[in-house]
Structures are given as structure tokens and as C-alpha cells.
């Protein structure tokens, strides 16, 4: 026997593993993929799971990108564990930007105050791995998320201020985008 046939024997059947981490769109779970073909393979009636999920979602903003933890029992039934928002998306939204800056460190794309940060804070300590953290950590934890999406912390925002500081901010990343473009159509040559 060959030494793969002997590890395809070896081996036997393909065992999944019970848990599938994934983020989930309030109120969109739909059958087709990425999520239909995933659960069809490990028997899961996607119908009745989409069903479920849009059920369990509906009082929440539809279209909201949802950490969920889809639990597979062994009689083809599951679990979910649907977890609140990532800290990205409460990020982007309290500062009023679609995406972070292209390079953190030397772009700044928007800015949220502490108490944003502080509101962030108290919905994520609700998530089951955050409730043993203290309030301070997870506030270090989402203003360094910030930083690292070019979005900068103060104290107190000046609603004008930060109309003109958002169209400075257009204006540099257009720049960015332009270099970025011309970059690549040199290097390809």
C-alpha cells in the first residue's frame, strides 16, 4: 500500500470541528454563501438557521456585521452566541468614517471623544469574554483600536472644527489614494 492510501486509511472520515466562527449581518442571514455551503456541510437546516438568526437579530439595526459562534450539536441541530458589534464598526461609526486611514501612524481619518470610547466600553463588557475585564482595560483596548485605524482620541469635539478637520482629511487621503495609485502603476512596469 502506498503512503497515501495508508494515511487516507489512517486518516478515515473528515471530522468538522463543532464550532464556526463568523460574523453575521443583522437580519441578512440568507442561504447562499458563504454561510449556506458551510452549515449544508455539516447538516444544518440553513433555512431554519437563517430564520432563527433573523429572529434572534431583529430588534437590532439590520445590516449590522454580528460576531456569531454557530455551536454544532451531534443530532444536526446548533447553538448560537451571537456577540455585539465589533469595536471597528462602533469606531467608524461614532467618528463618522467609512473605512481607517490607509497608513495609521502618518494619516489621521476622524476622531471620537472619551466618552465615545467610554459608551463603546459598556457595550462590549456585556460580550462573555469581556466581563471579567475592568472598564479601563477595555478602554485602552478600543483607544489602541483607534490608533491603529487612524482615528484619534480627545477630549471634547468642536462640531465646526471638525468639519473642517474631516475635509483636510478627504482632501489627504484623495493625496494618499493618488500615490498609492501612481506607486503601483510604476512598480508594474
Same mark, same amino acid.
Given at each position: 500500500m502506498s503512503r497515501v492510501g495508508k494515511a487516507v486509511k489512517d486518516t478515515g472520515k473528515v471530522v468538522h470541528g463543532n464550532v464556526i466562527?463568523?460574523?453575521?449581518?443583522?437580519g441578512r442571514a440568507a442561504p447562499g454563501p458563504p454561510l449556506g455551503p458551510v452549515l449544508g456541510q455539516r447538516g444544518i437546516p440553513i433555512g431554519q438557521f /437563517? $430564520?432563527?438568526?433573523?429572529?434572534?437579530?431583529?430588534?437590532?439595526?439590520?445590516g449590522i456585521p454580528l460576531p456569531t459562534n454557530i455551536i454544532i450539536n451531534p443530532d444536526r441541530t446548533c447553538t448560537l452566541e451571537i456577540k455585539s458589534p465589533p469595536v471597528s464598526?462602533?469606531?467608524k461609526s461614532a467618528a463618522g468614517?467609512?473605512?481607517?486611514?490607509h497608513k495609521p501612524g502618518n494619516h489621521c481619518v476622524g476622531q471620537i471623544t472619551l466618552k465615545h470610547v467610554y459608551e463603546i466600553a459598556k457595550v462590549?463588557?456585556?460580550?462573555?469574554?469581556?466581563?471579567?475585564?475592568?472598564?479601563?482595560?477595555? /478602554? $485602552?483596548?478600543?483607544?489602541?483600536?483607534?490608533?491603529?485605524?487612524?482615528?484619534q482620541v480627545v477630549r471634547e469635539l468642536n462640531p465646526d472644527v471638525y468639519k473642517e478637520f474631516l475635509e483636510k482629511s478627504a482632501e489627504e487621503a484623495n493625496e494618499i489614494r493618488e500615490e498609492v495609485i501612481a506607486e503601483k502603476a510604476g512598480g508594474y512596469k
Open positions: 466562527k463568523t460574523y453575521i449581518k443583522a /437563517c $430564520k432563527d438568526f433573523n429572529q434572534k437579530t431583529n430588534h437590532i439595526k439590520e464598526y462602533f469606531v468614517v467609512a473605512k481607517g486611514a462590549k463588557q456585556e460580550d462573555p469574554n469581556l466581563q471579567i475585564q475592568s472598564m479601563e482595560r477595555i /478602554c $485602552k483596548g478600543i483607544i489602541g483600536s483607534c490608533l491603529s485605524m487612524g482615528i
